[in-house]
């Protein structure tokens, strides 16, 4: 079970048309929460076999305590229906747990929330706890 008193990194991947321009700016959007400002890094995802580079379609988030995954996932929400891209969006754990959002998904943050609970109930305890 994961820890959320420890923290975690979770890689968040943007796919689809133009997502390194759509990265940008979740990765902006994400910096802008506070329980999450500081704790998004973008990264390079390793380049496809006939690739010549990667560009920026990988983030990496650092939560905690204090329910910074259900504060991610909300925020991933509002991010997609305010873009209404053809843009699906993964938060995957070290250990292989992964929730996708698209924008039709993200339309019902409280379905999206309630898989997040699944994969991550410490995240949503706390989270409702605070």
């Not at 759509?22 to 902006?28: I, K, Q, S, T, Y």
């Not at 998904?105 to 609970?117: F, T």
């Amino acid at each position: 079970m994961l820890e959320m008193s420890d923290a975690v990194d979770l890689q968040v991947v943007v796919e689809g048309a133009e997502a390194e321009t759509h990265a940008v700016g979740l990765f902006n959007w994400l910096g802008s929460e506070d329980e999450l400002r500081g704790r998004v890094r973008p990264q390079r995802r390793a380049p496809k076999p006939g690739e010549m580079g990667s560009a920026v379609e990988l983030l990496t988030v650092a939560v905690g305590s204090g329910g910074a995954v259900a504060v991610l996932i909300q925020s991933v929400c509002t991010w997609l229906t305010s873009r209404g891209a053809d843009v699906k969006v993964t938060v995957t754990t070290a250990d292989g747990r992964r929730v996708e959002v698209d924008v039709r998904r993200a339309a019902d943050p409280a379905a999206v929330l309630r898989e997040v609970a699944e994969q991550f109930p410490a995240a949503v305890e706390r989270h409702g706890e605070s």
